[in-house]
């Protein structure tokens, strides 16, 4: 389940995933439940997280983005939700191998309507790409990992700094927690950096100061 409180509306927005690998988006306010949709019938697997929902800082505008079938391709899809409709469905092409996401996530930049969207497929590799209010900038998108330390768990995380506005993304891969900065006008630092765990990283979290 995700639950985001909207700062701009008096509302909640409220995504869930079931055993049937069902994704269905609500709205709550005012004490009433509304414009509940199914996004997906079709996510990978009910043991990952398929979607994530973010909310723009600035717009107020919810950006909802899911896997919506678990067959062998390389998209994403995706909705705006902006306080009385829901998007028609749109589509993100990424970088990756042809596998199904399991895990999806999705960090709002303060005082922007930029977010960085995470995914995690099949194959163990990591894809990060930001939205601009409007669309993804795929041109600054990156494949991070080819070889992450696996698909069970949610081993990534993404922060952005305050005052600078940059950001840091780390993630597992073999016994190592590494980790690249982003900078919102090159994008992702080619230099990535590792810090020794001994073990395996099975989930880490992020809080921008």
Known sequence: ?????????????????????????????????????????????????????????????????????????????YRIWNGTEYSAEQTLTTTLTNKAARWISLTPKTNSDKIMLLVLNDAKEL??????????????????????????????????????????VVYGEGNDLAYRTYDSTTGFNPIKNTIALGDNLDAVRMCSD
């Not at 700062?7 to 069902?22: F, L, P, R, S, V």
């Not at 409007?134 to 991070?144: C, H, Q, S, Y």
């Not at 080819?146 to 950001?167: I, L």
């Open 1 to 77: 389940m995700v639950t985001k409180a909207n700062h701009k509306k008096d509302e909640i927005i409220i995504g869930t995933q079931d055993k049937d690998k069902d994704v269905n988006i609500q709205i709550y306010s005012d004490g009433n439940w509304s414009n509940l949709i199914e996004v997906s019938n079709d996510v990978s697997n009910s043991a990952q997280r398929g979607f994530d929902i973010a909310i723009e800082q600035l717009s107020g505008d919810a950006l909802i983005v899911y896997e919506n079938s678990d067959s062998s391709d390389n998209t994403v899809a």
């Open 127 to 168: 894809y990060a790409t930001v939205w601009n209010g409007t669309g993804f900038d795929t041109t600054k998108a990156e494949v991070l990992s080819t070889n992450t330390v696996s698909y069970n768990e949610q081993h990534f995380a993404f922060a952005w700094e305050e005052q600078s506005g940059e950001g840091l």
